[in-house]
């Protein structure tokens, strides 16, 4: 709450109208004439929270390179014809899932959502927001009619290795992959490890083993360049060295940018899974926790950013983003778009994590030029 | 304690001197004539405690076929021309790392190791022993001299499913299976599950799958019918399902009858290891946590065993053991053997552990007739 409070001031010292809304998103608005106050607006927006931790680039970058623009515009006495806004969302890495902020903008949360929802250490979120000063139903409020939205633009760092691995400093984002999140099981015999030959085991670890051997085939038969197949987290029992593990739980992640493409690979896992687990003679069942089909933005947008890139002589790439961002809520409501600046090493949710300024002020000036199309057009 | 005043109750009126020594381990001895007391004596023995929650036949068997042995040899008036003494070790697997009974008996205890040894919630071994009356000067005393001794004599459930895969309702053991363990740790880069491309990854996860897939080949190439290899606890860090896996640590359990062979196969394991770590670009070190030597049993003793069960027509077979069992300890030391009766199901450390009577009983006669070949040689 007090980066809240302090990012409010640096809205209003650079002549916006500063205010907090219902969960706790710092809303900056500009509005170059009175005139112009229903004109739909731009929207700029990122985080202002982090993992715990985590860098100083992640979110906030996003939300700086907005007031930039607008200091800009204002030191350069630059004509534009509709409002700006700039918001820091809350709770993008949030304990109680996520995107919090995000989600209250676009509409997607529901009174019963945020009346339950609870943190992992069993906190309510309507709790939490009652501490800040707010509610569920001011909440509710937060949201934002996409009529009087003309565009949500983003500035991110990519937090991932391949615009280095390129050798670029920005990326011209087209679209945020699907996800989906398994709960796999596979239950076999709690052996001694002494006594029971290899032959005779059913040894449900074996069995994870030999399905993540399968991930890169499945990939290079049924995925795409985009796809991901992660397998994060793994509990053995009874998790002892002298005992063949009876049972195996583990989480499957799955990514691509085309919805078919993961249906395609969720059913090869499935397929694979079950010859495993016959073949080590387990039984196997999972649940699916969550299936985020993929975002695309709008071409028209994209393009825009892109030709923009061209004009500035920026060395850039058009990717997709793996990981999930607050725009990907307005994907489908307004016309979007998300630019990534080059994270050194790849890193990001550390301390370490680092982006040249130089490059900043690459993935700055696109998002300045974007924003002055969009206000001039 | 209490079940041990119960044996040794049991012993007594099976006209047996009986007594606890300074690790609780319940003795019985039976000396046919005076003028035999110091003449070497046959020890049967075998555990009175199990796992928690575990089975009923699990060591106590084997104390309980001793005593029977006793109680034919007054009941029919049989000459013996040996002390015999039976048994009930203790703390076979106990928290202190186990054994203990059978290690004071054969002389493997240290003053230093009574003193410093922990269980894992801390408690000393030391006031555990004084809350039982025992103290580790006492602990020391337990030993006996192996010139005491004419053979050492084990009767236990096998704990695996080899007898009753071949229908035999007894094995003749010649040998424990050596055992190694290792603590591996793969060292690799925590990434984002969605931004980090396939090709960019350093998963520690991958690391252990690929290695535990090389195992079967591993054995195919280096081992024996009686290698096994087991990795039985995995832990990976941050063990997160969106985050790749960063590290990953994990045990190996290695064993086989023959020592070159357990060589071979754990030089093989660091070789495919080291291989793996450079293709997925993963640091690599383990820990060699122990390295237990084979043990084999004296032929002519186990030979013996075997002319026995061919003259009371048993289906048998002779066999290694893959678990570890207290006359392990003796099997350097004196004559030596290893009576196995047949799990149902290869079942054991669990309630549902159990041995068909009948195949009790073979194994019982088994024992008789060699303590009986062992006195009155």
New interface residues.
């Given amino acids: 709450m007090e980066a809240r409070q302090w990012v409010k001031q640096q809205f209003e010292a650079a002549g916006m109208e500063a205010s907090l809304d219902g969960v706790g998103n710092v809303c900056g608005r500009y509005v170059p004439k009175p005139e112009l106050e229903d004109v739909p607006a731009v929207l700029i927006a990122s985080h202002l929270d982090s993992v715990p931790a985590g860098g100083m680039f992640d979110g906030t970058l996003g939300v700086m390179a907005g007031l930039e623009c607008i200091r800009l515009i204002q030191e350069n006495n630059i004509t534009v014809n509709r409002p700006i806004e700039i918001i820091g969302t809350s709770e993008e890495e949030g304990r109680f899932g996520g995107m919090l902020g995000a989600q209250a903008l676009s509409g997607n949360l529901t009174l019963e959502w945020l009346n339950t929802a609870k943190d992992p250490a069993g906190e309510y979120l309507k709790d939490a927001l009652e501490q800040c000063g707010f509610s569920p139903q001011e909440a509710l409020h937060a949201r934002r009619d996409p009529a009087d939205i003309r565009a949500f633009l983003e500035l991110h760092i990519?937090?991932?290795?391949?615009l280095e691995?390129n050798n670029k400093p920005v990326g011209v984002v087209d679209g945020i992959?699907g996800?989906f999140?398994w709960l796999i099981k596979l239950v076999g015999k709690p052996?001694?490890?002494?006594?029971?030959?290899?032959n005779?085991r059913s040894?449900a670890?074996?069995g994870?083993?030999?399905?993540?051997?399968e991930?890169?085939r499945i990939?290079d038969e049924e995925g795409s360049?985009y796809?991901?197949?992660?397998?994060?987290?793994?509990e053995?029992k009874p998790?002892?060295?002298?005992?063949?593990?009876g049972e195996a739980h583990f989480?499957l992640?799955g990514?691509d940018m085309d919805n078919e493409v993961m249906h395609q690979v969720s059913m090869s896992c499935q397929k694979v899974l079950g010859a495993i687990a016959r073949k080590h003679n387990l039984k196997f069942e999972y649940d699916q926790l969550s299936w985020i089909p993929p975002r695309h933005f709008s071409d028209d947008l994209v393009d825009t950013v892109e030709k923009n890139a061209q004009e500035l002589a920026l060395d850039y790439m058009r990717m997709p983003?793996?990981?999930?961002h607050d725009c990907q809520f307005f994907a489908d409501l307004v016309p979007t778009a998300l630019i990534f600046v080059k994270s050194v090493g790849?890193i990001?949710?550390a301390p370490d994590e680092w982006s040249h300024w130089d490059d900043v002020q690459k993935g700055c000036d696109l998002l300045y030029k974007t924003l002055l199309d969009l206000c001039n057009e």
Avoid: C, N, W, Y
């Fill in positions: 990519e937090q991932g290795p391949v691995m992959s996800v999140k052996d001694h490890a002494g006594t029971a030959p290899m005779m040894d670890f074996m994870v083993a030999d399905f993540a051997h991930l890169s990939i360049e796809t991901r197949l992660t397998i994060g987290r793994v053995l998790g002892f060295a002298h005992t063949i593990p989480t992640v990514r983003s793996g990981a999930g790849g990001s949710h």
